[in-house]
């Protein structure tokens, strides 16, 4: 597994090439809605001081799944982060909620709203591949609940969806990275299943760091954490 033990400056050879890198999925868009999405303010919030190095653009799977294979991600990008938030899936399965004795019938419910997270997973890697894109995929950081009974299960339902978050990722030979062992501090949570400023930079820097270390031509299959 790979860490950063500090910001990585990009290599001599391409410090002024622009890397557009595009993030497929709804994570950023549904909970992070207070983020300043103007071009070059995105760039600063999420990756400070690379705006002469990364352009940042967002397309949901909402977008991905209309558009089927009519789909056409920017013709300069370079790289791809794919992110699927999952804990409304959780919420619908009702495993959170569920009355004693169900269990069998919550779990089944839980998978079923699995197979498809992993459906709409598989076509976000497949639209980045296609795109001949660098690709990296996050797995979902794990909830912050106080109440220690509903944060058990909630992060038992939550392995589910990271099971399948690691397996496409393998299944497809990308790199991988772990936000549940990057986001693990109370002051990295704003809410239960939503990342601070710090915890969100936090990630980022992660981020940030992989994408220098699987710059174009380079296809590793790799975990950053």
């Known amino acids: 597994m790979s860490r950063p033990s500090s910001p990585k400056p990009p290599a001599a050879s391409s410090r002024h090439r622009l890397r557009h890198v595009v993030l497929l999925g709804d994570a950023l868009l549904d909970d992070y809605s207070s983020i300043d999405k103007t071009p070059g303010e995105f760039e600063d919030a999420l990756l400070p001081g690379t705006r002469d190095q990364w352009k940042i653009s967002v397309v949901s799977a909402a977008e991905i799944e209309r558009a089927g ?17 999952g804990n409304y899936a959780i919420e619908q399965s009702g495993l959170l909620h569920g009355r004693p004795g169900a269990q069998e019938e919550t779990l089944e419910q839980l998978s079923l709203v699995a197979d498809e997270f992993e459906r709409n997973l598989e076509r976000l890697i497949h639209a ?18 106080k109440d220690p009974v509903r944060q058990r299960a909630a992060c038992a339902a939550l392995a589910v969806f990271n099971d399948r978050v690691t397996k496409r990722a393998a299944a497809a030979c990308v790199s991988l990275i772990d936000l549940r062992l990057i986001c693990t501090e109370p002051d990295d949570y704003d809410k239960p299943t939503q990342l601070s400023k710090s915890g969100l930079q936090k990630a980022a820097n992660v981020i ?13 299959c790799e975990v950053f954490c």
């Not at 009519?70 to 794919?82: E, F, Y």
């Not at 980045?128 to 609940?145: G, Q």
């Open 69 to 85: 294979p009519a789909l056409v991600l920017p013709g300069d990008a370079t790289h791809a982060i794919i992110f699927i938030e």
């Open 208 to 220: 940030r760091y992989a994408m220098f270390e699987l710059d174009a031509g380079s296809r590793r």
């Open 128 to 145: 980045a591949k296609s795109a001949r894109l660098v690709i990296m995929v996050c797995t979902m950081f794990e909830p912050n609940y």
